[in-house]
């Protein structure tokens, strides 16, 4: 029980805490393993991804810089160390651990309140050397869709990372609001935490974890509302479908890109994200390359050079130009995780969990068109 509240306490921290933590999962699961069982239609295509991966760090184009960011598919290892623990504790237990990570986002979100309101960045800046020195500003224009902050300022939660806390506060408010709807007992505790989540998200000014969070809490009532497992299936592929016909529709109207105001900015990183796929395809440059890449091509271009040298802001583009094996292996687990929930609430085990599952994927689905699963 431990050990999983220490990663989701941990991924809310920072990143050497959370490898500590993810390290000591490791251990366990090691100490476990006669104990321990993993579904096969899982564990597979995690396989498949890692392998995937690893092949392309081998035969990517542009040279290996980090072993860090080579060997950063490690952390979807999650699934089947957290998941496998997860089934030998009650549950009662696992009730404990979800209530454990969401008062640690509790004190995220008040941190980044009092960020915005006392306009600084706050004492634990210290732990995170490489996070910005100054208070994060939102250079949006009013008009833009959904622009919002404090003071003209964003907060960052303890990881000192806006998108991390934003995408792990809109996840953990999903699994909040799902037990407060499929949970037993203490639905309005469960409600508290989700709209603090939520605040959180809002405070972050980060759009895709809203709109993520909104999709997920559709998801939740779909599934409560309907009554068939025909028609809940069908429902989640017709969301899946919604939620890339939606990009699709929006990337192609410049009035509605006006209006949210990124996509400009990000349509520039997307079509040298397809230049990079063009020019490495099927090599790929490398799983974890791309900020190297980047930072060498960046330089060069008037229009790229003083964008964020991260990634494409696409975990498809991302992992297509780096390592396009990847893909399959992805979709493929994606798929089995959402049969593997459907299947779990249709049959009506740990309904609740089952739901937070769904609705946290289909939330996923629509941060990864903007931003990248590294985070």
């Known amino acids: ?126 732990l995170h050397p490489h996070a910005l020195d100054r208070p994060i500003a939102n250079h949006r224009d009013a008009s833009a869709w959904l622009t919002f902050s404090i003071n003209g300022l964003r907060g960052t939660g303890m990881i000192h990372h806006i998108l991390s806390f934003a995408h792990v506060s809109c996840m953990l408010a999903l699994a909040a609001a799902a037990q407060a709807v499929f949970g037993k007992g203490k639905s309005l505790v469960w409600a508290l935490f989700s709209v603090i989540g939520v605040c959180g998200v809002m405070v972050s000014g980060a759009r895709a974890a809203l709109v993520g969070f909104v999709i997920g809490s559709s998801v939740l009532g779909l599934l409560y509302f309907l009554r068939s497992a025909r028609s809940r299936r069908f429902a989640v592929v017709l969301c899946v479908v919604a939620i890339f016909s939606g990009f699709f529709v929006v990337s192609m109207s410049p009035d509605l890109r006006q209006r949210i105001g990124s996509f400009s900015a990000r349509q520039v990183l997307w079509t040298q994200g397809v230049k990079a796929l063009s020019d490495s395809f099927p090599r790929g440059i490398g799983f974890g390359a791309y900020p190297h890449y980047a930072e060498r091509v960046y330089a ?76």
């Open 1 to 126: 029980m431990l050990l999983l509240a220490g990663v989701g306490v941990s991924a809310q921290v920072g990143m050497a805490p959370l490898n500590l933590a993810l390290l000591a999962l490791l251990l366990g699961a090691v100490a476990m393993r006669r104990q321990l069982q993993a579904p096969r239609d899982i564990v597979l295509p995690v396989a498949a991804f890692i392998g995937a991966s690893l092949f392309h760090v081998i035969v990517g184009t542009e040279a290996l810089q980090s072993w860090g960011y080579a060997t950063h598919s490690r952390v979807v290892l999650v699934l089947i160390l957290a998941g496998a623990i997860a089934a030998h504790l009650s549950a009662g237990q696992r009730l404990k651990v979800l209530c454990a990570v969401l008062i640690t986002m509790a004190l995220s979100v008040a941190y980044s309140f009092y960020q915005v309101f006392a306009e600084t960045v706050g004492p634990l800046q210290a």
């Open 300 to 375: 060069s271009d008037e229009a790229l050079e003083n964008q964020v040298k991260a990634w494409a802001h696409n975990t498809w583009l991302s992992l297509l130009a780096e390592a396009p094996l990847t893909v399959p292996a992805l979709i493929w687990l994606l798929v089995a995780l959402f049969r593997r929930a459907l299947a779990q609430f249709e049959r009506g085990l740990d309904s609740a969990w089952a739901a937070a599952v769904l609705a946290s994927l289909m939330s996923w689905l629509v941060i990864c068109l903007f931003h990248d699963s590294h985070f």
